[in-house]
């Protein structure tokens, strides 16, 4: 018997250790956020003797349940964790702190959460945009983010955020790639905008880039139109009536949320010959508090085109 208590108290004391270890689970390095769970778990049979027999099968059941609350553990760690960094990155991006973004994020560039890697995504492009950038490093961003934004759809086929972002950069390395690629990839860009419309009617950005398509091809230079037609049976076209239909549509969906949705609103309505519109919609772009250097452009250009407008 006292043999028997030695074992048991063995026993116990393992799964003690083992239990107490899975509140201190980590990772090291970058997470990869996929948890793997063993579904066979070896038991020891009893070979006669009595003592084996009462202490074996003991000794897996604690250990089993003993690994499944560490791996219980391990994963609600890595949610909190992942939810932690999320909430960190979007709190930076609202501060418009889009170095520390970009070098919180890149860190998870291998992640396999799609979360991350369309936020890498998109601080990858803000940084390219800067104006201390240059013109190497700028290319080379958004080279990256088109990749990121490539892996994110790849990991989650289902998020608007993927498809939105997948949109954008691939419609900015147009501009490294030639006039053939970039009208060759707008039929892509559209259907992936229509795509995350779709998955996310209230996401007023891709709506607002939607009609930032329709403005694109409702001015395109008459040379390019020519390409366009030499290239593709049914080139790209639209109107500045459909551009202005999506930039009020995200207004409606989320007012006063971009500065440029108040710049665009009043240059369609300019293209449209409708000044008073135009005039109102552009005030509103220079008076629109500016926290990025986006803001500051957008500002400018509103001031210089209320000159033009006498206002």
């Excluded at 940084?127 to 989650?156: C, V």
């Excluded at 007012?255 to 449209?272: D, E, P, V």
């Amino acid at each position: 018997m006292g043999a028997l208590r030695k074992t048991w108290a063995l026993v116990l004391d393992l799964g003690s250790i083992l239990l107490s270890t899975s509140k201190h689970v980590t990772t090291k390095g970058a997470p990869r956020f996929h948890w793997r769970s063993y579904s066979k778990y070896l038991q020891r049979k009893a070979s006669g003797n009595t003592g084996f027999f009462f202490t074996f099968p003991v000794l897996p059941y604690l250990g089993y349940e003993a690994y499944r609350r560490i791996n219980c553990a391990g994963a609600v760690h890595a949610q909190c964790n992942v939810e932690e960094i999320i909430e960190q990155a979007d709190y930076l991006y609202g501060s418009g702190e889009t170095e520390k973004l970009y070098h919180l994020l890149v860190k998870y560039r291998d992640s396999d959460n799609a979360e991350f890697l369309w936020r890498l995504a998109r601080a990858s492009r803000d940084l390219a945009l800067l104006s201390s950038t240059s013109a190497e490093d700028k290319k080379r961003l958004m080279y990256e983010a088109f990749d990121y934004s490539r892996s994110a759809l790849e990991k989650n086929e289902s998020s608007s955020a993927a498809h939105k972002w997948y949109a954008i950069c691939i419609s900015d390395i147009g501009d490294y790639e030639g006039t053939k690629i970039k009208i060759g990839n707008a039929y892509v860009v559209k259907e992936h905008l229509q795509r995350a419309i779709e998955l996310n009617p209230k996401d007023a950005t891709a709506i607002h880039i939607l009609g930032l398509w329709c403005f694109a091809f409702a001015e395109l230079p008459w040379y390019q139109r020519k390409i366009a037609a030499m290239l593709f049976a049914s080139p790209p076209s639209s109107t500045y009536e459909e551009a202005l239909g999506y930039f009020l549509k995200a207004e409606e969906v989320d007012a006063n949320f971009y500065s440029k949705n108040l710049l665009m609103l009043g240059k369609s309505y300019m293209m449209l010959k409708d000044q008073k519109s135009s005039l109102l919609w552009l005030s509103k772009a220079k008076d629109y508090p500016a926290h990025t250097e986006e803001d500051k452009q957008i500002h400018k250009e509103a001031v210089e085109l209320l000159k033009t407008l006498g206002g």
